[in-house]
């Protein structure tokens, strides 16, 4: 009580200050219209309106997001230059970041087409440093770079469709909250640390309620990473769980801890818990029609998955898009949002493509292939994953 009075003494003769210091409906109220680090700043008031910005923190389930695109105005990539402004707008505390940009403005081999290449890559440890610092501490970011990038821009409406980016600049940083029926387990592996054990712990193996696998493969045409891939779907095939993902050009972040540079490994998201549910269709060769398109994307609606909480991922060969299309850009990114308006999408063009038809519907499996047919190439797959 004795921080409510120095509350008070501010405010003689107000019944106002009464009010924000002792109703606790009225304060929690209105600390649901702050973003989420300005409700931890104004938490240190006093020990109302810090059990009431705890309150408002757990209702806050909702999945966000910031993207970008276009050439930066900065020596950072123009995710990174948006970042600190946008993640003070979030109205969620991040558990789980998982992040994309193209490789081509990341990587340091094209650093900035306006910059000194005597400069230091966008691609360093000071820039993988400042995008820890952004998110609070114990935040699991997965940092990935790969040649092209589908986003649903940052604040959009329901009528803004997603956009599909095979070049320039873009990215976008999905921010996952802890939420109640949800596991959310980030994994990094390759050929020193992959283990029985380390796979266990990650959540991939010996666990009944795993229901969907995000996983990005790098370096795979290394000597060794074609069968460190296989093995490990191999592995995860016998699981009940929906596996969904591409392979990338590499990983920022978590940093490589075991590995050198140029190493394969796999990073990844195991989503566990009776809340999540996926579903998945594959895009294949021979779809090659915005109307072929929708028709497959469209049976994902039999799996009838909620669309509040659930977000659209696109993984593309990067032989597909506009080229694949007759020059039509954008087809099969405007061909979700037809069947699914107000879901969006994310994802990425990659050198590979993981997944596959995999739909469930009252318990009962409408369509699901065999761990061979989880590699593809110059095909799509689309997956919805919804989390409660």
């Given at each position: 009580?004795?921080?409510?009075?120095?509350?008070?003494?501010?405010?003689p003769?107000s019944?106002?200050?009464?009010?924000l210091?002792n109703v606790a409906e009225?304060?929690?109220?209105?600390?649901?219209?702050l973003?989420t680090k300005?409700l931890?700043r104004i938490a240190?008031v006093?020990r109302l309106?810090?059990?009431?910005?705890?309150?408002v923190?757990?209702?806050?389930q909702h999945?966000?997001?910031?993207?970008?695109?276009?050439?930066?105005?900065s020596e950072?990539?123009?995710?990174?230059?948006?970042?600190?402004?946008?993640v003070?707008?979030?109205?969620l505390?991040?558990?789980?970041v998982?992040a994309?940009?193209?490789s081509e403005a990341f990587?340091?081999?094209?650093?900035?087409?306006?910059?000194?290449k005597?400069k230091?890559?966008?691609?360093?440890p000071?820039t993988?440093?400042?995008?820890?610092l952004l998110f609070p501490?114990?935040?699991?970011?997965m940092?990935i770079?790969?040649p092209?990038i589908?986003?649903?821009?940052?604040g959009?409406?329901?009528?803004?469709p997603?956009q599909?980016?095979?070049?320039?600049?873009?990215g976008f940083a999905?921010?996952?909250?802890?939420m109640?029926?949800?596991?959310i387990?980030p994994f990094h592996f390759c050929?020193?640390?992959?283990?029985?054990?380390a796979?266990?712990?990650?959540g991939?193996?010996?666990?009944?309620e795993?229901?969907?696998?995000?996983?990005?493969?790098?370096e795979?045409y290394?000597?060794?990473?074609e069968?460190?891939?296989n093995?490990?779907?191999?592995l995860?095939?016998?699981?009940k769980?929906?596996i969904?993902?591409?392979?990338?050009e590499?990983v920022?972040?978590?940093?490589k801890?075991c590995?050198?540079?140029?190493a394969?490994?796999?990073?990844?998201l195991a989503?566990s818990?009776?809340?999540?549910q996926?579903a998945?269709v594959l895009l294949?060769q021979?779809?090659t029609?915005?109307?072929?398109?929708e028709a497959?994307?469209?049976?994902l609606?039999?799996a009838?998955?909620?669309?509040?909480?659930?977000?659209?991922f696109m993984?593309a060969c990067?032989?597909?898009?506009q080229?694949y299309y007759?020059?039509?850009?954008?087809v099969?990114a405007d061909?979700?949002?037809?069947?699914f308006?107000?879901m969006?999408l994310?994802?990425l063009?990659g050198n590979g493509e993981?997944?596959c038809?995999?739909?469930?519907?009252?318990?009962y499996?409408?369509?699901?292939?065999d761990?061979?047919?989880?590699?593809h190439?110059?095909?799509t797959v689309m997956t919805?994953?919804?989390?409660g």
């Open positions: 009580m004795e921080e409510n009075e120095d509350f008070n003494t501010c405010f003769d019944k106002a200050a009464y009010v210091s009225v304060v929690e109220r209105i600390l649901n219209f973003p300005s931890l240190s006093c309106w810090r059990n009431c910005a705890r309150r923190l757990r209702t806050q999945l966000t997001w910031v993207s970008a695109c276009g050439p930066s105005n950072v990539h123009t995710l990174c230059s948006i970042l600190a402004e946008e003070e707008k979030v109205f505390l991040p558990k789980t998982l994309m940009v193209d990587s340091g081999q094209a650093y900035c087409y306006r910059q000194s005597a230091k890559s966008r691609h360093s000071d993988v440093e400042e995008l820890n501490k114990g935040c699991d970011i940092g770079a790969t092209g589908v986003l649903t821009p940052s959009s409406s329901s009528s803004t997603p599909e980016h095979q070049e320039g600049e873009a999905i921010m996952f909250p802890k109640e029926g949800v596991q387990r050929k020193k640390s992959i283990s029985p054990a796979l266990k712990e990650a991939l193996t010996d666990n009944p795993l229901r969907v696998v995000l996983m990005f493969v790098y795979a290394k000597p060794g990473g069968r460190f891939l093995q490990l779907l191999e995860l095939g016998k699981s769980a929906l969904a993902g591409g392979i990338v590499s920022f972040s978590p940093p801890t590995c050198g540079q140029g394969y490994g796999v990073v990844g989503l818990g009776p809340k999540v996926g998945s294949d021979d779809v029609s915005p109307k072929a398109a497959t994307i469209r049976r609606k039999a009838k998955i909620p669309e509040r909480n659930t977000l659209g993984f990067v032989g597909r898009g080229n007759n020059n039509q850009s954008n099969e061909a979700f949002h037809k069947v308006p107000s969006p994310f994802g063009f993981i997944g038809d995999r739909i469930i519907k009252d318990d499996t409408l369509c699901d292939a761990t061979d047919s989880l590699q190439e110059y095909t919805l994953v919804h989390l």
